[in-house]
């Protein structure tokens, strides 16, 4: 049975513990693909539950400079989320998340520059292989 990627969003949200409601929470990212999530954690944080707006996903103050960075988190993975769909027809939450991690992926970068080399767009002169060890 062939499953179909139909289903896809994104949503940001703050983690706050009930351990420690007063210390600073990092912002979340949540990956769903057919209801399968994964969940991503960015580098920003937010101190109170109330500075977060659930509707835009975002910080309430308008010019805050994390909305800025959480919009660019956000296209990147949905620059990979097409691309991957284009190469593999398929993926997950858990693949898409590893493609953007840059984890146990082959770099979408190393498949444009072979896709270029292939369609002869790209003449390479050298190449040096470099042997690190012990």
């Known amino acids: 049975m062939q499953m179909r990627n139909d289903s896809y969003t994104l949503k940001f949200y703050p983690f706050f513990t009930k351990r420690n409601p007063k210390a600073p929470q990092t912002i979340y990212l949540r990956i769903t693909i057919n209801r399968l999530k994964a969940e991503i954690a960015t580098k920003f944080e937010i101190t109170k539950l109330d500075e977060w ?10 010019k ?9 988190i956000e296209g990147n993975v949905n620059d990979f989320h097409n ?9 997950t939450a858990a693949e898409l998340k590893d493609a953007y991690l840059g984890r146990n992926t082959i770099s979408l970068l190393f498949i444009n520059f072979m896709e270029a080399y292939f369609a002869n767009k790209i003449e390479i002169n050298h190449i040096y292989a470099v042997n690190y060890c012990c």
Do not use: C, V
Request: glycine share 4%; proline share 4%; charged share 35%.
């Open 83 to 91: 691309k991957l769909k284009y190469k593999n027809g398929e993926i």
């Open 53 to 62: 707006d659930d509707l835009t996903q975002r910080i309430r103050t308008a």
């Open 64 to 72: 805050n400079p994390i909305n800025k960075e959480l919009s660019i």
